[in-house]
């Protein structure tokens, strides 16, 4: 019974990277017309819009307005990652993690490819997911991206108003061993940078007989480029953010049988202390809830917006579950515009949009 259930887990573990689950990876081809029509931006009006927005509590009601709706902005992608809002021209960027690219999407213009290779600059050929995951500026407003294939940390060297493949490695190994797979980040006021490493982005995912740590770690690449392991206790570390007052680490961990946020306290040396469950959702995964914990964001206020199963969770800074953006497919990450009044969110083959408040 134990290699049996064993053997179960890693089955789904090998068809839930980036959160999700086996019939949305089987399925995933259809949604995003692999091999058919390209990428494409929504016509300007009307927008088509899906899901529902789910109120628990009547605290939300002052975070995401009564009528608010989930509108598609672009479709037709392999699988969407890592929105990033660009104040400084107005657009957002997403990366297609198969497809090896990053997107640009800014209203009424046409979708555009912004940068190719994104996550892997090799000349081999290579399966799984390649791309560029996770996406953030750096303090001198510099693209910092999470590549999968190069299995690192790197800065782009081009400004963003002329965008290049050419890379800076910020990090790509601890102790000796090379990372898997860097997946999502997230950067302090002090310039650390807080990153997760899954197995996800390995040609054969969980299992990869190329991957060289023991363990799926969660990362603090200091101002000064030391790497520092914070934790080795999640199974399959995945979204990673910052509470405004820098104090506190939140983790999701996408795995179907321990479908957790978790929270660390950051300690003045830098590490964490041992954490704690901020949320379970193990309860609620199957198909009815598609999807697992996987990207997350944190407002001014401190709720969380954290991609989950059936859509995307809010919560307060307490933990409290103040209702689901259910967008009816696996969610991968979420962004805020600079004010925070808008919510965009990566969603299988879709760039969505809620206007929060």
């Not at 899906?50 to 392999?78: C, H, W, Y």
Request: aromatic share 8%; charged share 20%.
């Amino acid at each position: 019974m134990a290699a049996a259930r064993i053997l179960i887990l890693l089955s789904l573990l090998a068809a839930c990277a980036g959160g999700r689950s086996a019939d949305e990876g089987a399925a995933r081809g259809d949604e995003a017309g692999a091999g058919n029509a390209p990428p494409v931006a929504s016509p300007a009006a009307p927008l088509r819009t899906v899901g529902t927005i789910e109120r628990l509590d009547p605290a939300i009601d002052s975070l995401i307005r009564p009528d608010a709706v989930i509108e598609v902005l672009a479709e037709g992608f392999q699988w969407a990652e890592g929105p990033l809002w660009i104040e400084r021209g107005g657009y957002v960027l997403f990366s297609d993690v198969p497809a090896n690219r990053i997107y640009r999407w800014k209203e009424g213009e046409d979708l555009d490819v912004w940068l190719e290779p994104s996550g892997y600059t090799g000349d081999a050929p290579r399966g799984g997911e390649p791309g560029s995951n996770g996406l953030l500026l750096d303090a001198a407003g510099g693209l910092v991206l999470c590549q999968h294939g190069d299995r690192r940390i790197a800065r782009m060297e081009a400004p963003l108003t002329a965008p290049g493949p050419a890379f800076t490695t910020l990090a790509d190994a601890y102790d000796g061993m090379r990372f898997s797979s860097p997946n999502d980040a997230a950067i302090d006021r002090d310039g650390a940078l807080y990153f997760t490493d899954p197995p996800y982005g390995l040609p054969e995912g969980p299992g990869d007989p190329t991957q060289e740590t023991p363990f799926n770690g969660v990362y603090r690449l200091g101002p000064g480029g030391e790497v520092t392991l914070l934790t080795d206790q999640l199974s399959l570390p995945n979204g990673i953010a910052l509470s405004p007052d820098g104090k506190t680490l939140y983790v999701s961990n996408s795995d179907p049988e321990r479908a957790i946020w978790m929270a660390y306290d950051l300690l003045p040396s830098g590490a964490v202390d041992s954490g704690r469950v901020f949320f379970d959702a193990t309860d609620l995964v199957g198909d009815a809830n598609p999807g697992l914990p996987d990207g997350l964001k944190v407002d001014a206020a401190g709720n969380l917006f954290a991609t989950g199963p059936g859509g995307v969770f809010v919560f307060s800074p307490a933990g409290r579950h103040l209702g689901t953006i259910r967008t009816t497919v696996a969610t991968a990450n979420a962004a805020f515009d600079r004010d925070g009044a808008t919510l965009y969110l990566t969603a299988s083959a879709t760039l969505l949009r809620v206007r929060l408040r």
